[in-house]
């Protein structure tokens, strides 16, 4: 691998939006599933990368979330990378418990366009109220 820059630490080099966010992907390691989409802000990308789990910014809370603190589903983290305009991360994770999705399936993205329609393509591995209770 070749360095970027010495100059571009992990928080410079990403291009952060007007509210000093940033788009997090979530990818399953062993398969390459893409399994959600979350916010980052800077603090929690440091504490993502100091941590080793996904650590992320929900804008409807106002505060940051560790991927599983209520569900027990963790994130661990395997790689972290950011794309070549500098503002997508992509978390390559193992997930713990094989659930990413507060629906309690595995990924967020189960549902499939079939013409006008939206289909679902996943069953529901556990009953979110059982994960939340």
């Known amino acids: ?56 910014w929900s804008r409807s809370r106002g505060k940051l979330w560790r991927k599983g603190e209520s569900s027990g589903h963790e994130q661990q983290i395997r790689e972290i990378r950011l794309d ?14 094989g659930i990413a999705c507060h629906t309690g399936r595995t990924s967020c993205f189960y549902r499939v366009l079939d013409g006008e329609r939206w289909l679902v393509n996943q069953p529901v591995i556990k009953n979110p109220d059982d994960i939340y209770e």
Request: charged share 25%; proline share 1%.
């Open 84 to 97: 070549c305009d500098g503002d997508t991360v992509l978390l390559v994770v193992e997930q713990r418990g």
């Open 1 to 56: 691998m070749t360095e970027v820059s010495t100059e571009d630490s992990l928080i410079d080099a990403v291009r952060w939006n007007e509210d000093g966010l940033v788009p997090a992907i979530a990818q399953d390691a062993r398969t390459g599933r893409v399994l959600m989409m979350a916010w980052m802000n800077r603090e929690s990308l440091q504490l993502t990368a100091a941590e080793g789990r996904a650590v992320y």
